[in-house]
């Protein structure tokens, strides 16, 4: 038996590693933010909730996985849309876990609306159908005057391409007018606004060369720039058009079809009001190199602070903070469920209790009580007043029916009482009678002494023994 006994006792045991479980919950959290400290994905947000201190708890999630995502209030600050439920995101952070839980979870730097692709793909379709019509051919294109006398402006009347395009026009000594069509530049209503507008002008003939566009903004925000009954009316103008849509990096289908395209609406400016001032030429030229050097210089000092960031990512002192403001939510979140259930059950409690205490009091009881004894008291009532007229009713007709059974009633209605004169006895039948016997018919107002002298018998009495 002791051959078949299990050694647990190896030589190895001494060797083992037996972690707690904080330890090996703190060593996967080292492991993965090292592995994953910077990671994009995509997904639709679900289970979106934002805490009493501001910050934002979801879940990223596609048609076979998810996972937890939080982002702190400092990052939240940022963010240029509103996160909801149901909507596709790109998503940059860093994996994590919360050890209370053991769960896993990326924490948010960075949060984008994703559906860009869509309309990337819509504004090929767009370009290449105009483009097929011969929308973009240069011999389409009709030369920007170099010294308009009317400048027309299709854009916002609050936007900044306005105020650039004013701001520009008064630093050139432009001595052009600048007549302003106020319409929106984004949004459903914007595309029919800028169209008509651009018809308009030309209808009216307002202007020697019009400027449509608007400041920068995401590709949602120039969308209405895509659209295609704006390409057309830009097509269709007899005024030349410079399109001034976003920034320098944004392309639209309106500067495609435009006569000329602008980098920004202050370019589009530039572009109109030739400048009277020939020694201002040098200093532009120097502000756009400084431009072009102050943006490369930016973009180094961009990936050097991102290079930055991911070090200190890894050793941030703001994971241990963030770790401990979750707990708190955590805490503070089942906290106010407990409490919120403590009071429901007490206010059940004290209902109930109220219930009995009302049941108990004597003044109800009687008073309920005195409805049961009315209610009775009625009832019998009304009981005995129904069995009383059906013993009335019984009673009237046993009366008469022992009434329409009296002899005397009987005889009223032409029948009459037969009797043997000498014995008494009742003759009902023929066999009880005898020729020449002497017989005393009773009616009802008197008697009458008869003698049999003739007996028939009917045919029905033949049997009759």
């Not at 302003?180 to 018809?199: C, M, N």
């Not at 370019?267 to 400084?290: F, I, M, W």
């Amino acid at each position: 038996m002791s051959e078949l006994e299990l050694n647990f006792k190896s030589g190895q045991q001494e060797d083992r590693k037996v972690y707690k479980v904080s330890e090996l919950a703190n060593e996967i959290k080292a492991i993965l933010q090292k592995r994953y400290f910077d990671v994009w994905l995509e997904g639709e947000i679900t289970d979106f909730k934002r805490s009493s201190a501001g910050h934002l708890y979801m879940r990223l999630k596609d048609e076979k996985a998810q996972i937890k995502a939080v982002m702190f209030r400092g990052k939240t600050v940022f963010l240029r849309f509103k996160p909801q439920n149901g909507l596709a995101v790109v998503a940059r952070g860093s994996v994590s876990t919360y050890a209370p839980s053991s769960e896993y979870e990326v924490i948010l730097d960075y949060l984008e609306p994703k559906g860009l692709g869509e309309l990337q793909m819509a504004f090929e379709r767009l370009k290449a159908k105009l483009q097929a019509e011969g929308l973009f051919d240069l011999e389409m294109k009709k030369k920007v005057p170099r010294f308009p006398k009317t400048i027309g402006v299709v854009t916002s009347p609050t936007g900044a391409a306005i105020r650039d395009i004013l701001n520009v026009t008064k630093r050139r000594f432009c001595s052009a007018h600048v007549i302003l069509y106020p319409v929106q530049v984004q949004g459903t209503r914007a595309p029919g606004e800028i169209a008509f507008a651009i018809d308009e002008m030309n209808r009216l003939g307002l202007g020697d060369v019009l400027i449509v566009g608007r400041g920068g903004g995401s590709t949602q925000d120039l969308w209405a720039f895509n659209d295609e009954s704006v390409a057309r009316a830009i097509a269709g103008s007899k005024i030349p058009i410079i399109s001034a849509v976003g920034h320098e990096v944004d392309f639209t289908i309106a500067d495609y079809v435009a006569d000329l395209r602008a980098a920004t609406p202050s370019s589009a400016a530039e572009l109109v009001v030739q400048s009277k001032a020939e020694l201002l030429e040098k200093h532009e030229l120097t502000l756009s190199r400084l431009k072009r050097g102050m943006r490369q210089a930016l973009a180094l000092r961009e990936q050097r602070l991102n290079a930055t960031e991911t070090a200190l990512r890894l050793n941030s002192p703001e994971r241990p903070i963030q770790t401990f403001i979750q707990r708190l939510d955590d805490i503070d979140s089942r906290l106010r469920r407990a409490v919120a259930a403590s009071c429901e059950r007490k206010k059940r409690d004290i209902s109930h209790l109220r219930l009995r205490i009302l049941a108990a009091v004597p003044t109800n009881r009687i008073a309920s009580s005195e409805t049961q004894v009315q209610g009775l008291q009625s009832r019998l009532i009304a009981a005995m007043q129904v069995n009383l007229k059906l013993a009335e009713s019984r009673h009237k007709s046993t009366l008469g029916s022992l009434n329409s059974l009296m002899p005397q009633n009987v005889i009223k209605r032409g029948y009459a009482i037969c009797q043997d004169a000498a014995t008494g006895k009742l003759v009902s039948r023929t066999v009880d009678a005898r020729l020449g016997a002497n017989i005393l018919v009773k009616l009802h107002d008197g008697s009458l002494g008869c003698r049999i002298d003739d007996i028939s018998r009917s045919q029905s009495d033949n049997g009759i023994k």
